[in-house]
């Protein structure tokens, strides 16, 4: 008896030559395609479910129209068997993984784990994996990371950069594979899920300027970087605005990092008598410049206020909860992976053109200021 999927079935399960004869047909076969170490196949699955191969191929696939009533029908056959199909085999005829590569420069107490749960998030949503590289901030340690996750194992990347590897990831780029650059831009021609920085710096100088500070310093990172310019710039035109004086410090600790904040901070306080108010790059900056200032026996915010520039869940938890300026950071990671397959999912004729994403932060006021 042949099943023609334009004329389904009535029932979700055929019956021949009745209902009795076809359960004890059901349960005798899916004991047999249940045995320890067995596994259901896409045949296992269209005999159950009385139709072809081919469609059954194209229900789970959902490539093409199959008929609702056929589909439930397949699906209760694959969830009655296990089925699971062959990932690896798919991707071969796809062309595709499912996956992506994201490389990010550090997750400790960092923003970018509030951006990777949004990234996962929004991959899952769409049928995607992600495969995560953390590369330290270290330039050799990325284009190691950038060089195997283009060879084979992922269909798009989304890349927080050193700033020191362009060139590959323009490379990979142009290779075919789909790149999406997040917080960090360094390729004005690849798509990018950013925050306004400069408005980020400008705001925050502003805020300490009306509570009172008037020699306010700035611990930031490498000008290259888009995230550190921005603040830069920022910072710069609010104070120049206001008439005060630039304060920075620079150390020869990691940029992002305790220690960078902490050394930072004693030089500043050192250097600039009367210093009052603090802005960070980062909050692991901010978690050392409040170290540094307890140590020197530095009242917060009494003396001197502190914000970090980019926010994160730890400035509330801290004995003294930083203010900072935050981006919706589970938001931008989610973005940034919907851009990115979309670029991947998109017929190789009518790929995008690249994306500009721009988030405003918000500032959350807590004890240090």
Known sequence: MQNNEEYPLAKPWLAPPGEREYNQYKQVYT????????????KDVAELACVDVSTVSRALNNTSYVHPDTKERIYAAAKELGYHPNMMARALRQGRRHTIGVVVPRLHLTIFSQILQGIEQGASKLGYATLICNTEDDPKTERDCLTKLRNGFVDGIIVAGTGRNGRLIRDIK???????????QQEASISSVL???EACGFDAVNFLYNRGCRKIGLINGSLQLIPYKGRHDGYRKAVKALGLEEHFSQSDYPVNSFEYGYECTSQLIDE??????????VDIQGLGAIRALTELGVRIPEQVK??????HAVG???ETSMTSMEMPAHEMGEKAAEMVIGEIEAPSDKKPSPQYLTFATTLVEREST
């Open 31 to 42: 004991n047999d395609c249940t045995k320890e170490n067995a596994m259901a196949t896409l």
């Open 174 to 184: 142009a290779s075919g594979i789909a790149v999406v650059q997040i917080v960090r």
């Open 195 to 197: 925050a306004d920085y």
């Open 272 to 281: 600039i008598p009367g210093l009052d108010g603090l802005l960070t790059a």
């Open 306 to 311: 502190v914000i970090s520039l980019t926010g």
């Open 316 to 318: 509330g938890m801290l």
